[in-house]
Antibody, heavy 122, light 108 residues
Framework: EVQLVESGGGLVQPGGSLRLSCAAS????????MNWVRQAPGKGLEWISY????????YYADSVKGRFTSSRDNAGNTLYLQMSSLRVEDTAVYFC???????????????WGQGTLVTVSS | SSELTQDPAVSVALGQTVGITCQGD??????ASWYQQKPGQAPVLVIY???NRPSGIPDRFSGSRSGLTASLTITGAQAEDEAVYYC???????????FGGGTKLTVL
């Protein structure tokens, strides 16, 4: 069974840092591109980052570029999101999401984690 | 960069047919995927590609595309279909992923 489990969320002050993890199981992690998507309270979904099979291709939304860093440990089956210079507007539930196999589409997400809440507040 | 536009809310009578639309320049080149999200839950993929349903998604869900508009159709809406529906696609000018703002579907 495919599982994605995020962790690392919590309360952080503006300007602070936090690292999120997404533990993957039930599939060959290194065979899949991965993404981070967030959702502010009561708002819609916002894609924030893509990472390729290795770390050779990484893309970021303009809203987080230069502040967030995606990485992955294929041996440990874990995806990471290092967040720094956090702002109040970064408050959201952060999901990791896996593209559906066989579609050739890295934006078609068939598996999502349960999300981890990041609250940026003083 | 481009964007995807959805109507904020749509309603449908129980058992009737409803369409939810998604407009954007990127849809000229890329298919939309559609997600259903219920409160407190992660999104669920319901339609992808030309008109494909993942395993377990009822066949009352279907998708289509015409020009710059993608549509999700629910034929014979059920009470359990009440949710927020999001489209997404790829930005035609970059490698970024786009999401529409979401459409809240109310089943009356």
């Amino acid at each position: 069974e495919v599982q994605l489990v995020e962790s690392g969320g919590g309360l952080v002050q503006p300007g602070g840092s936090l690292r999120l993890s997404c533990a993957a199981s039930g599939f060959t992690f290194s065979d899949f591109e991965m993404n981070w998507v967030r959702q502010a309270p009561g708002k819609g979904l916002e894609w924030i980052s893509y990472i390729g099979f290795s770390t050779s291709s990484i893309y970021y939304a303009d809203s987080v570029k230069g502040r967030f860093t995606s990485s992955r440990d294929n041996a440990g089956n874990t995806l990471y999101l290092q967040m720094s210079s956090l702002r109040v507007e970064d408050t959201a539930v952060y999901f990791c999401a896996r593209p559906k196999a066989g579609t050739g589409s890295y934006y078609t997400f068939d598996y999502w984690g349960q999300g981890t809440l990041v609250t940026v507040s003083s | 960069s481009s964007e995807l536009t959805q109507d904020p809310a749509v309603s449908v009578a129980l058992g009737q047919t409803v369409g939810i639309t998604c407009q954007g320049d990127s849809l000229r080149s890329f298919y939309a995927s559609w997600y259903q999200q219920k409160p407190g839950q992660a999104p669920v993929l319901v339609i992808y590609g030309k008109n494909n349903r993942p395993s377990g998604i009822p066949d009352r869900f279907s998708g289509s595309r015409s020009g710059l508009t993608a549509s999700l159709t629910i034929t014979g809406a059920q009470a359990e279909d009440e949710a927020v529906y999001y489209c997404n696609s790829r930005d035609y000018s970059s490698n970024h992923v786009l999401f529409g703002g979401g459409t809240k579907l109310t089943v009356l």
